[in-house]
T-cell receptor, first 113, second 113 residues
Framework: DGGITQSPKYLFRKEGQNVTLSCEQN?????MYWYRQDPGQGLRLIYY???????QKGDIAEGYSVSREKKESFPLTVTSAQKNPTAFYLC????????????FGDGTRLSIL | DQQVKQNSPSLSVQEGRISILNCDYT??????FLWYKKYPAEGPTFLIS?????DKNEDGRFTVFLNKSAKHLSLHIVPSQPGDSAVYFC????????????FGKGTHLIIQP
């Protein structure tokens, strides 16, 4: 089955620690995205990548880092510089051929201990 | 400064009736609009989209209307079913969407028996 897999479903982090969220897709999509959702809010774009070894900052990139070493994988690191990391993180992917919808994984909920 | 606005945080509709969800936007450069449905602790699921060159798109029980002069779009669901109870997000895209989606804050639709 083709899709987007995010792991883990739930993640806990101590203050001052970096943590990495995994996102893998087998849809052969070129573009991948990371969004953050807070309660009562829409999704906000953190980072995106249209091609391997290249990525761009979204609207709220501060305190986050990403890599795109493989087409299938786009991990997100939440660094200790992110002051409010508790949120629901969503990964998405899409093809880059005209207007195409993004398809989402089931998300990772990150909480601070 | 929100570019995509969903001004109704929640909407309650009786089963079998029409549900109408509204969305307003401020950026006239948006050229593609999407609706997503989201259950708690899951990723958004793509429902339906519309290009800015059209004013209506229909897919089964779902119809999206676009009024460019008013910068307004709406999603009609008819007839509404219990499984339609979810949060619905409106999203907009600039120039093909490779740079990510801009989301509204969502409307929680509740279908009452």
């Amino acid at each position: 089955d083709g899709g987007i897999t995010q792991s883990p479903k739930y993640l806990f982090r101590k203050e001052g620690q970096n943590v990495t969220l995994s996102c893998e897709q087998n849809l052969n999509h070129d573009a991948m995205y990371w969004y953050r959702q807070d309660p009562g809010q829409g999704l906000r774009l953190i980072y995106y990548s249209q091609i391997v070894n290249d990525f761009q900052k979204g609207d709220i990139a501060e305190g986050y880092s990403v890599s795109r070493e493989k087409k299938e994988s786009f991990p997100l690191t939440v660094t200790s510089a992110q002051k409010n990391p508790t949120a629901f993180y969503l990964c998405a992917s899409s093809i880059l051929d005209g207007n195409q919808p993004q398809h989402f994984g089931d998300g990772t909920r990150l909480s601070i201990l | 400064d929100q570019q995509v606005k969903q001004n109704s945080p929640s909407l309650s509709v009786q089963e079998g009736r029409i549900s109408i969800l509204n969305c307003d936007y401020t950026n006239s450069m948006f050229d593609y609009f999407l609706w997503y449905k989201k259950y708690p602790a899951e990723g958004p699921t793509f429902l339906i989209s519309i290009s800015s060159i059209k004013d209506k798109n229909e897919d089964g029980r779902f119809t999206v209307f676009l009024n460019k002069s008013a910068k307004h779009l709406s999603l009609h669901i008819v007839p509404s079913q219990p499984g339609d109870s979810a949060v619905y997000f409106c999203a907009a895209v600039l120039g093909g969407g490779a740079d990510g989606l801009t989301f509204g804050k969502g409307t929680h639709l509740i279908i009452q028996p």
